[in-house]
Nanobody, 116 residues
Framework: QVQVVESGGGLVQPGGSLRLSCAAS????????MGWYRQAPGKQRERVATISSGGSTNYADSVKGRLTISRDNAKNTVSLQMNSLKPEDTAVYYC??????????WGQGTRVTVSS
């Protein structure tokens, strides 16, 4: 059974950094565009970063310059380096394939809380 597992979240002060990781068992990320998504309390899930199978990246305006997505196809992982975190970055973060027709079952996500 396919399982996506996100990790690396936690409580961090404003201006701090975290590195999130995503891995999948039973399926491969290789060959697919991958994305990091987040869902804040009371809000819809939004996509914040994508990386193509070839390594091209794209970011939501709200995170541009602060978040960096990367992938390691050999390890079947996708990462999100988060710097200069703001309280508005507080959310549960998920990763998945970008193309909705081939998306995997959503994982539990990893919670990021930015607060002093």
């Amino acid at each position: 059974q396919v399982q996506v597992v996100e990790s690396g979240g936690g409580l961090v002060q404003p201006g701090g950094s975290l590195r999130l990781s995503c891995a999948a068992s039973g399926s491969s990320f290789s060959g697919y565009a991958m994305g990091w998504y987040r869902q804040a309390p009371g809000k819809q899930r939004e996509r914040v970063a994508t990386i193509s199978s070839g390594g091209s990246t794209n970011y939501a305006d709200s995170v541009k310059g602060r978040l960096t997505i990367s992938r390691d196809n050999a390890k079947n992982t996708v990462s999100l380096q988060m710097n200069s975190l703001k309280p508005e970055d507080t959310a549960v973060y998920y990763c998945n394939r970008v193309l909705w027709t081939v998306q995997l079952p959503w994982g539990q996500g990893t919670r990021v809380t930015v607060s002093s």
